[in-house]
Nanobody, 124 residues
Framework: QVQLVESGGGLVQAGGSLRLSCAAS????????MGWFRQPPGKEREFVAS????????YYVDAVKGRFTISRDNVKNTVYLQMNSLKPEDTAVYYC?????????????????WGQGTQVTVSS
């Protein structure tokens, strides 16, 4: 079993920053690519960012490029999402996801493990 637990969400004003963390436990592997997805109110879950197992490759949805940074610490079994210059449209439940592959993916259906989500709310 693999368990993913997100933390770091909260309420922040527009223009502010948050750093989300995703701690993995159980039968984890540093060879797993990881990703972040989000689900705004009333919308479907969407891709945000992903990172390969060795952190060589990263992907971002266009809406967050230049503002968000995904990173990982394989010794700590933790993945991060640094979110800067936050906008109200970033408001969503953010989910950490793991994939049994070394290659990063942007697809929901190519991820095997999911956290419970953490709420990020950005006020005007």
């Amino acid at each position: 079993q693999v368990q993913l637990v997100e933390s770091g969400g909260g309420l922040v004003q527009a223009g502010g920053s948050l750093r989300l963390s995703c701690a993995a436990s159980g039968r984890t592997s540093s060879r797993y690519a990881m990703g972040w997805f989000r689900q705004p109110p009333g919308k479907e879950r969407e891709f945000v960012a992903s990172i390969s197992s060795n952190a060589y490759t990263t992907y971002y949805v266009d809406a967050v490029k230049g503002r968000f940074t995904i990173s990982r610490d394989n010794v700590k079994n933790t993945v991060y999402l640094q979110m800067n210059s936050l906008k109200p449209e970033d408001t969503a439940v953010y989910y950490c996801a793991g994939r049994r592959s070394v290659l990063a993916s942007t697809r929901r259906d190519e991820h095997d493990y999911w956290g419970q989500g953490t709420q990020v709310t950005v006020s005007s």
